[in-house]
């Protein structure tokens, strides 16, 4: 299943639903490229690149194939709020350790962003009942929840779906892996090969550690 970008205009229905679970997830990001190995090497996000499986994700990147085409599939550590209208799940790409700088507690306020901070009027969002719109705000990169401000592009990722029967891996204990593409011929679907990734949920188990979601 792919997760789509979140935006409030998008799923107008989120509107008055509360978070009734959070949990941890691994996701799966799909992208061409032929650097699968760089940990460094910094990816591009587009709509549509964001999984719940692997089998998803190589769905997603055979649909793109074309003659001489490398893709890659990383698993990602992230965090999902389950609500009556769907699900919010934030990710962050470009980094070995997603969500490192977000405060599971409001953790200070700039005077330029201050205004666009008023609606969070909660003093942590990692919490059952809270509105799933200001969930998805105190992930924005303006957010009074970082500790430092991440970058407002390819960094924070927050996806979201209306399908309430989405099946996710909550399994963020073992190894992250990264999938590099090969061609077994234009007639078969592609292999894989992997490697471990140097991916660290730590900061996803900390902040869910926060009144008890992990």
């Known amino acids: 299943m792919a997760l789509s970008t979140y935006w409030e205009g998008w799923f107008p229905d989120f509107a008055e639903a509360k978070v009734e679970s959070i949990?941890?997830?691994r996701l799966y990001y799909g992208y061409a490229g032929r650097n699968a190995w760089h940990s460094t090497w910094i990816t591009t996000y587009s709509e549509g690149c964001m999984h719940a499986?692997?089998?998803?994700?190589?769905?997603?990147?055979?649909?793109?194939?074309?003659?001489g085409s490398v893709f890659n599939i990383?698993?990602?550590?992230?965090?999902?709020?389950?609500?009556?209208?769907?699900?919010?799940v934030v990710t962050q790409i470009n980094t070995t350790e997603p969500l490192s700088l977000y405060s599971a507690k409001e953790y200070y306020q700039l005077a330029h962003i201050a205004e666009w901070n008023?609606?969070?009027?909660?003093?942590?969002?990692?919490?059952?009942?809270?509105?799933i719109y200001?969930?998805?705000?105190?992930?924005?990169?303006?957010?009074?929840?970082?500790?430092?401000?991440?970058?407002v592009s390819n960094s924070v990722i927050i996806l979201a779906t209306r399908d309430?029967?989405?099946?996710?891996?909550?399994?963020?204990?073992?190894?992250?892996?990264?999938?590099?593409s090969y061609s077994k011929g234009y007639k078969y679907r592609l292999g894989w090969q992997n490697m471990s990734?140097?991916?660290?949920?730590?900061?996803?188990?900390?902040?869910?550690?926060?009144?008890?979601?992990?």
Do not use: C, N
Not at 122 to 129: A, E, P, Q, T, V
Not at 197 to 212: N, Q
């Open 23 to 25: 949990s941890p997830v």
């Open 164 to 180: 309430s029967s989405a099946d996710y891996s909550s399994d963020i204990q073992g190894d992250f892996k990264a999938y590099v």
């Open 74 to 88: 990383r698993e990602m550590p992230g965090i999902a709020f389950r609500s009556s209208a769907g699900d919010i």
């Open 53 to 67: 499986s692997f089998k998803s994700a190589a769905d997603f990147v055979e649909k793109k194939r074309v003659q």
């Open 118 to 131: 008023k609606d969070l009027t909660l003093d942590s969002y990692i919490s059952l009942g809270a509105p």
């Open 197 to 214: 990734a140097t991916i660290s949920a730590e900061p996803i188990k900390r902040i869910l550690s926060h009144g008890g979601h992990l």
């Open 134 to 151: 200001d969930v998805a705000k105190s992930f924005s990169w303006w957010s009074k929840f970082w500790r430092s401000q991440p970058p």
